[in-house]
Structures are given as structure tokens and as C-alpha cells.
């Protein structure tokens, strides 16, 4: 009788230890495994379009980024370059903006952005005081500008996140130019350097085949 119930005792111990475990492993998986990422379609009472109504238009197709090979050059009028990681750009403050972008192509998509200021990044900086235009080079060779002014004022970002998700292949991964107020041929993707400039006359890879240097939404995309 003795030996039955020290049976049925190390049995129930068993069961504990049974369960713990499971429990222990269970919990552990559930922490390893990511949570699948849901694209946001609603932003404070604005509604969003879909990363799927972005088409591509590029001038070389879909570039792919080895990110750990890949470096944010800044290039310049700035006494000395640098050269960024995108775990060290990942590091630096962000900040969300619902920003439309509008192509000459005829279609628009409303979208939350997420991304670096880039008054911040040029905060670390030391900038020539000649500085007015800022040229933003891309893997696929394209290039075009902003004045720096208008990044000033406008608090222009480069975004590594869009409606909530990284930032996919087709729209610019790792950073894509989130240039407010203009037309799509100014919304950089694949930015690979930034170069800061005091020519004011420079025309991008559209630009020089008549676009608009200032490309102005509101205003006509051909000219100047």
C-alpha cells in the first residue's frame, strides 16, 4: 500500500513537471516566432491607399539591396563625408507623416510614411554655409534634388516604413525621399547618396529631359 502511493504521488509529480515544460517551450516558441506585419489602411481619420496601387515606373526596374553591404553615403559641401549603415540610420529618430504622392502618370496614393528627418541627419553635420540644393543619388543611377530650403521648411524625411510595413523592394528599400508638395519623378528611391551642392541649376535624370527642376505639384511638371 505504501509503495502504491508513493507511485501514484511520483506520477503526479510527473504531471507538473509535465506541464511546466510544455508550458516553458510553448511560451518560448510563441516568442521566437515574429508577429506577422498588417499594413495600416486607416491613420487618424485618414484613409490610405494600398502599398499595391504603387506601380512601378523606374528607370531600371526593381533594384535589390544587399543591406548588409549597403552604406548612406553624404557627399559634398560638408568638411567630411560620411557613410552610414542602415542599422546606425535605424538608430536615429523617426517620425510618421501621411503624405500623398502624385504622378505625372495620372494615379496618386495617399500613404503613412515613416522615416528620418533628414534636418536631423544633416544636424550631425558640419555643411558648407554655400549649401542650397541637396542631390539624391539611387542605386539604379537615377538622380534628382530638393532645395534645401524647402527640406528645411517642410521637415522632408527619407522612409524606411510605409502604412506600417518595412519599406518593400518595389517602393525604394531600404530608404525612399518623401518629397512633399511634388511630383513623383522627385520621390527618390533606393537612395544610395546624398550630396550636398550650391548649384541650384542642377537637373536630375528627368529634369534634364524637360521636366520641371522645382517640380511643383500645383505647378505645370514641364519647364524651368
Given at each position: 500500500?505504501?509503495?502504491?502511493?508513493?507511485?501514484?504521488?511520483?506520477?503526479?509529480?510527473?504531471?507538473v513537471l509535465l506541464f511546466i515544460t510544455a508550458g516553458f517551450f510553448s511560451g518560448l516558441a510563441a516568442e521566437e516566432s515574429?508577429?506577422?506585419?498588417?499594413?495600416?489602411?486607416?491613420?487618424?481619420?485618414?484613409?490610405?491607399?494600398?502599398?499595391?496601387?504603387?506601380?512601378?515606373?523606374?528607370?531600371?526596374?526593381?533594384?535589390?539591396?544587399?543591406?548588409?553591404?549597403?552604406?548612406?553615403?553624404?557627399?559634398?559641401?560638408?568638411?567630411?563625408?560620411?557613410?552610414?549603415?542602415?542599422?546606425?540610420?535605424?538608430?536615429?529618430?523617426?517620425?510618421?507623416?501621411?503624405?500623398?504622392?502624385?504622378?505625372?502618370?495620372g494615379w496618386s496614393v495617399k500613404a503613412l510614411w515613416k522615416g528620418v528627418p533628414l534636418?536631423?541627419?544633416?544636424?550631425?553635420?558640419?555643411?558648407?554655409?554655400?549649401?542650397?540644393?541637396?542631390?539624391?543619388?539611387?542605386?539604379?543611377?537615377?538622380?534628382?534634388?530638393?532645395?534645401?530650403?524647402?527640406?528645411?521648411?517642410?521637415?522632408?524625411?527619407?522612409?524606411?516604413?510605409?502604412?506600417?510595413?518595412?519599406?518593400?523592394?518595389?517602393?525604394?528599400?531600404?530608404?525612399?525621399?518623401?518629397?512633399?508638395?511634388?511630383?513623383?519623378?522627385?520621390?527618390?528611391?533606393?537612395?544610395?547618396?546624398?550630396?550636398?551642392?550650391?548649384?541650384?541649376?542642377?537637373?536630375?535624370?528627368?529634369?534634364?529631359?524637360?521636366?520641371?527642376?522645382?517640380?511643383?505639384?500645383?505647378?505645370?511638371?514641364?519647364?524651368?
Open positions: 500500500m505504501h509503495d502504491k502511493t508513493l507511485s501514484i504521488k511520483a506520477l503526479g509529480v510527473f504531471m515574429e508577429p506577422e506585419e498588417v499594413e495600416v489602411r486607416n491613420y487618424k481619420g485618414a484613409k490610405l491607399g494600398s502599398v499595391e496601387d504603387f506601380r512601378e515606373n523606374s528607370i531600371k526596374g526593381v533594384q535589390e539591396i544587399d543591406i548588409d553591404k549597403y552604406r548612406l553615403k553624404i557627399t559634398g559641401l560638408i568638411k567630411e563625408d560620411r557613410a552610414l549603415t542602415y542599422e546606425e540610420l535605424q538608430k536615429m529618430k523617426h517620425i510618421k507623416k501621411v503624405v500623398t504622392l502624385h504622378c505625372v502618370e534636418k536631423d541627419l544633416f544636424s550631425k553635420l558640419k555643411i558648407d554655409s554655400k549649401v542650397n540644393t541637396v542631390i539624391f543619388h539611387a542605386a539604379d543611377g537615377y538622380t534628382t534634388s530638393l532645395s534645401m530650403t524647402h527640406i528645411m521648411d517642410n521637415n522632408i524625411i527619407i522612409a524606411d516604413h510605409l502604412n506600417g510595413l518595412q519599406l518593400p523592394p518595389e517602393q525604394g528599400f531600404p530608404f525612399q525621399l518623401v518629397a512633399e508638395q511634388k511630383w513623383g519623378y522627385k520621390w527618390a528611391r533606393w537612395i544610395t547618396k546624398i550630396e550636398l551642392s550650391a548649384n541650384d541649376d542642377y537637373r536630375g535624370y528627368w529634369e534634364s529631359r524637360g521636366y520641371s527642376s522645382d517640380g511643383d505639384y500645383d505647378e505645370p511638371r514641364f519647364g524651368n
